[in-house]
């Protein structure tokens, strides 16, 4: 089994630019694809990545992801933030073996 | 519109059971792969369980494995999950989702969540 580390939390002001990381401890993070969820407080979780950098319509283009395979982790990217987007944010990918593996999340706070 | 509503959550005595329902509305039920995530008070998402379109390919967490059951029925557009033998740790929101068509299979259709506490 393979696990993906988050940082517990991050922050920044309205207007910056955070990135919240997602490690993957065994196993190639390229290998496979990586996802990330939004969930405010007292809701349901939505997809704001799929497939490590596609958007669902809606989502604004604020949000952005990636992969450095040289640390073997995956990264979302808010820039322009805003209070809206204060919330946790949950990285998963899969593999053969394990077929869906959830980041522990991350607190997003807008300062 | 597009949409999940899970119900039957509540409060169970250690060692009890409980039927989760989850309704789908919106769009082609029997076309989709659906899955059950949990999240305990305060705690991440953690995935429960999956079924294929037709019922036939289904997949458990360890931590479940032998004590919940998934199922669906495409006629009623429903999907359930039989949990048997739960215990405090069960405690949790539980989520019904749809497995998206992409390539990397993101969830991309959530429920509101329907809450279990596991408690004497």
Not at chain 1, 102 to 109: A, D, E, Q, R, S
Not at chain 2, 56 to 71: E, L, P
Not at chain 2, 78 to 88: I, V
Request: aromatic share 10%.
């Amino acid at each position: 089994n393979f696990m993906l580390t988050q940082p517990h939390s991050v922050s920044g002001s309205p207007g910056k630019t955070v990135t919240i990381s997602c490690t993957r401890s065994s196993g190639s993070i390229a290998s496979n694809y990586v996802q990330w969820y939004q969930q405010r407080p007292g809701s349901a979780p939505t997809t704001v990545i799929y497939e490590v950098n596609q958007r669902p319509s809606g989502v604004p283009d604020r949000f952005s992801g990636s992969i450095d395979s040289s640390s073997n982790s995956a990264s979302l990217t808010i820039s322009g933030l805003k209070t809206e987007d204060e919330a946790d944010y949950y990285c998963q990918s899969y593999d053969s073996s394990n077929p869906v593996v959830f980041g522990g999340g991350t607190k997003l706070t807008v300062l | 519109q597009v949409q999940l509503v899970e119900s039957g959550g509540g409060l169970v005595k250690p060692g009890g059971s409980l039927r989760l329902s989850c309704a789908a509305s919106g769009f082609t039920f029997s076309d989709s792969y659906m899955t059950w995530i949990r999240q305990a008070p305060g705690k991440g998402l953690e995935w429960v369980s999956y079924i294929s379109s037709s019922g036939t390919t289904i997949n458990y967490a360890d931590s479940v494995k032998g004590r919940f059951t998934i199922s669906r029925d495409n006629a009623k557009n429903s999907l359930y999950l039989q949990m048997n033998s739960l215990r405090a740790d069960d405690t949790a929101v539980y989520y019904c989702a749809r497995v998206g068509t992409t390539e990397g299979g993101a969830f991309d259709i959530w429920g509101q969540g329907t809450m279990v506490t596991v408690s004497s």
